[in-house]
């Protein structure tokens, strides 16, 4: 079992003990974003550290509500 730190630009996401290590390309999600391991890192026999790459977030254009369509009274 290994202590497994995540970081994205040595910002820290998310720590977990694993059974497995990912490895170097894997694709991950971690919190509802997808990313891919850059680099793991041994800092010694129980702790990892893996620099993660997550993917942008394009959240859509706010529509603007017609209401010229609506009845006014």
């Known amino acids: 079992m290994f202590n497994v730190y995540f970081f994205e630009n040595k910002n820290p996401l998310l720590s977990q003990f694993l059974k497995r290590v ?4 894997e694709a991950l999600t971690i919190k509802g974003r997808k990313g891919t391991v850059s680099t793991v890192t ?3 026999e ?3 550290h893996v ?4 993917e942008n977030v394009n959240k859509g254009k706010v529509t603007t509500v017609d209401n010229s369509k609506k009845k006014r009274r």
């Open 22 to 25: 990912p490895a170097v390309g």
């Open 42 to 44: 041994n800092i010694d």
């Open 46 to 48: 129980k702790n990892i």
């Open 51 to 54: 620099q993660v790459i997550l």
